[in-house]
């Protein structure tokens, strides 16, 4: 007897449908066939198990299963619930009318319970559109397959609870989310704030700068500055995330089984601080089964990298075409998988390796040798994708024992919110620039003509603090921002000067 059951696999961050058919014929044997990885062919065992529990068994019978399309490798232990179900269903254990409606995953444990699944929300988009009617899995992912309107999610605990329900119509509790109401629940708590951080009123105004604009941000000062203080509180400045941002991220997380269980959107900006000793396939993603790298789990968000010149530079180096195409495509042999990394860099670095560079009263001292060599890990191609440099300096004593709170992270987010909606309506015809940073040449000279008294300004600024080539534009995309915070149709001299003191490291002196 021929049945067939549906699951699905899940290939960059979309989902593909995965028929399993389940042939029971005379004699004995087990065939899994169709490309499984070990984990699905050692599912045997843990369905057998699983069902013996729970008053069912695997019948002394030849059993041919087949994971179609074929030629389409399987990984992972999500389809046990599936196998199971299909087994059953062949050897006329239960009966199951309407089981082509579903769509059923889960991973088995000997006892019957389900396991959570990775991938649950990109396999529930394309159970909608391939006009499933259920999609059953299990309930620590029920809320975040919910998201989707028009499907039927049903969360379950324990494999008996899917037997019963096609078996005797014992219903299971359909999890339903009102998707809008769960995005805007969590959207004015942010769990760092900026009245936490006390002083440093000149580095929260860079901050709001860079997140009104979108633009990369590198914090140079010795050790307890603040600089990571600083860093995780940007996410909580930017501009809320939109429902389909909020989805396009979750479903990044989801294929990595991040998205916390029983949660169901991410409603907040992600953060993201790899460790310096972290590997490039790490970083932009990749492995013999592609899976998204820290630059992608950082999309829509921001991507935090303490003690930049500690990186390897090749980890660096790979970080460049990402930073400019907003995605990173993975190529294999046989499929090719992209994945989207649109993220704000922030970037933060001792300025020597002692960390206490231009300090007399220095613990450690580094000699310019020394010096020289750490800052060259830092390649130009990728300062040239940081449009801010600034440097931090240690708080004060008094401004530490101040008890007064600072300006908090929603007052400073209605500004970047207000900053950011009239560079939506400046690029509302174009399709690749959304924010300032990502401003190109053309949309420069169209958005960021100076009047003759800025030029001179500018000018001068190049030719006596010696500001490379690289700093023009990086100056000219800053200072439009800092206008459109103020709410200026034209950039004056004052946007200008403001702009120049954010490029540190183009001064002679700095890399050389």
């Known amino acids: 007897m021929l049945k067939k059951v549906y699951g699905s696999a899940v290939f960059g961050v979309e989902a593909t449908t995965i028929t399993v058919e389940v042939n029971v014929d005379s004699g004995i044997g087990y065939h899994l066939v169709g490309l499984p990885d070990n984990a699905i062919k050692e599912s045997n065992y843990r369905i057998a198990a699983a069902l013996q529990n729970n008053g069912y068994k695997i019948p002394g019978k030849k059993i041919i299963i087949n994971m179609s399309p074929a030629d389409l490798r399987k990984e992972g232990s999500a389809y046990d619930v599936t196998l199971a179900v299909g087994i059953l269903v062949a050897t006329n254990q239960i009966q199951a009318e309407n089981l082509e409606d579903y769509l059923i ?55 008996k609870e899917v037997i019963e329900y096609f078996d005797k119509g014992i219903d299971i509790p359909q999890t339903i989310i009102n998707t809008k109401e769960e995005f805007y629940k969590n959207l004015e708590v942010p769990e760092f704030d900026f009245s936490d951080v006390k002083g440093q009123e000149s580095i929260k105004r860079c901050m709001e700068i860079a997140a009104a604009g979108g633009h990369n941000i590198i914090l140079i000062g010795p050790p307890g500055a603040g600089k990571t203080m600083l860093a995780k509180r940007l996410p909580s400045i930017l501009p809320p995330m939109t429902l389909d941002e909020a989805l396009e991220t979750t479903k990044i997380h989801s294929v990595v089984g991040r998205v916390k269980a029983h949660a169901g959107l991410m409603s907040q900006r992600p953060f993201r601080s790899p460790h310096h000793t972290i590997s490039n396939v790490a970083l932009v993603g990749g492995g013999s089964y592609p899976q998204p790298g820290e630059i992608s789990l950082s999309h829509n968000g921001v991507l935090f990298l303490d003690e930049l010149p500690e990186f390897k530079r090749e980890v660096l180096e790979v970080m460049r075409q990402p930073l400019e195409d907003r995605e990173v495509t993975i190529s294999r042999a046989k499929f090719t998988v992209t994945y989207p990394s649109s993220f704000m860099l922030v970037a933060s670095m001792n300025p020597s390796p002692g960390g206490y560079f231009n300090d007399p009263n220095a613990p450690v001292t580094s000699s310019p040798a020394e010096m020289q060599r750490y800052l060259s890990k830092i390649s130009g191609p990728l300062l040239d994708r940081i449009d801010i440099h600034v440097e931090v300096t240690p708080v004060p004593f ?13 007052e400073i987010r209605k500004r970047v919110t207000a900053a950011r909606d009239i560079q939506t309506q400046r690029f509302e015809e174009s399709k690749n620039v959304h924010y300032n940073a990502q401003m190109n040449t053309k949309y420069i000279r169209k958005h960021c003509k100076l009047d003759k008294g800025s030029m001179e300004l500018l000018k001068h600024a190049m030719e006596h603090l010696n500001l490379s080539a690289r700093a023009y534009d990086r100056i000219l995309k800053v200072s439009r921002t800092i206008a459109d915070l103020e709410g200026a149709e034209q950039i004056n001299g004052t946007h200008i000067s403001e702009a120049i003191q954010y490029r540190s490291m183009d001064r002679e002196g700095w890399l050389g």
Not at 140 to 148: F, L, M, P, T, Y
Not at 400 to 405: A, C, M, P, T, V
């Open 105 to 159: 995953m889960g991973e088995l444990s000997l006892d019957g319970d389900l396991q959570p699944i990775k991938g649950a929300l990109p396999i529930a988009v394309k159970a909608k559109e391939e006009g499933f009617k259920g999609f059953i899995l299990p309930k620590q992912n029920a809320n975040e397959a919910a998201i989707v309107d028009g499907l039927k999610v049903y969360g379950v605990e324990n494999i």
């Open 398 to 410: 008094d401004k530490l024992s101040d008890d007064r709170r600072g300006e908090s992270s929603v």
